[in-house]
């Protein structure tokens, strides 16, 4: 210790330059650390804020799809609060059936404000207000309604014949001959300047080729099964009266969840895939 004292005091210009040295390369790696630490930091909240902006935005698309909901633009909901009776009821008529067309590959679901038009099992939510109705008789004892929708993808017109009369077969001029009543757009709906007909759900479908295996991983009873695929196919596809199961199960073993696939008796053979939750005993189906 003497020698080095002894040293520093020969050398104390050196040893005041070797100091200084020393305490600038300290405090550079103090700064680095604290400027890599916050960077680290800055770079970690702004992956988690993004991560919780998409989990919010894919859950609230799922809540709209289930619940057939969306958010109504002020003009929109000014032309609700001036529905008169004539309005509201042809609304109800609206929302009281399926609308479908192409063996049901192509559907329209309505509510009070808004509408789920579904495309090859593919549900799409909007809103609507309807701003306003001209009603004419066909001549046949039916009616003809011409519709302008206020939707959140612009204005559409929409006619509507309530089948009472021959106005929906431009073929027949015979009173009644023909009761089917159609929703038919040029511009609101997937299948431009077609016949949306009211289809009246399937209530029950027939489920085949289950077996008691399965029927046992959906919790021993196939009414269960039977009755979710039945109000699925309802919406999407309400002509289908028939179900067959495709005898291949995907069981995941870790989480509780069964998924398996079934064939619907429509003219395009569409498989539905269905995924069972055992721990909750909820259906969900897609195709």
């Known amino acids: 210790m003497k020698k080095l004292k002894a040293w520093m005091t020969e050398h104390k210009k050196f040893s005041v330059i ?3 040295l020393l305490l600038m390369f300290t405090c550079g790696s103090a700064m680095s650390a604290i400027n890599v630490s916050h960077h680290r930091a800055e770079t970690a909240k702004e992956q988690n804020a993004g991560n919780n902006t998409d989990t919010t935005t894919a859950a609230e698309k799922k809540t709209k799809e289930e619940t057939g909901k969306v958010e109504l633009t002020d003009a929109q909901k ?73 939707t959140d993808t612009g204005t559409h ?10 106005a929906v077969n431009s073929d027949s001029k015979t009173p009644g001959e023909n009761t089917i009543s159609t929703l038919t757009s040029s511009t609101m709906f997937a299948q431009k300047n077609t016949a949306y007909e009211r289809a009246e759900a399937v209530t029950n479908i027939t489920v085949k080729g289950m077996n008691s295996e399965v029927t046992k991983l959906f919790g021993g009873d196939e009414k269960t099964v039977t009755t979710a695929l039945s109000k699925w196919c309802a919406v999407h596809y309400p002509s289908v009266t028939e179900a067959t199961w495709q005898k291949v199960v995907n069981l995941d ?21 269905c995924v069972y939750e055992q721990s909750t005993g909820e259906f969900s189906f897609e195709g």
């Open 253 to 273: 073993y870790e989480n509780g969840v069964i998924t398996t696939d079934f064939k619907l008796n429509d003219t395009n053979s569409v498989s539905v895939t």
């Open 157 to 166: 017109i929409v006619t509507y014949t309530d089948g009472s009369g021959a």
């Open 78 to 150: 000014e032309i609700i609060k001036g529905y008169d009776t004539d309005a509201k009821e042809l609304i109800d008529t609206l929302s009281s059936s399926v609308w479908s067309v192409s063996e049901g590959r192509y559907t329209l679901k309505f509510a009070d404000d808004s509408y789920v038009e579904t495309v090859n099992g593919t549900p799409t939510v909007h809103s609507y207000a309807i701003s306003r109705v001209e009603k004419t008789s066909d001549g046949y004892g039916g009616s003809l309604y011409t519709i302008v929708f206020e």
């Open 18 to 20: 070797a100091l200084c």
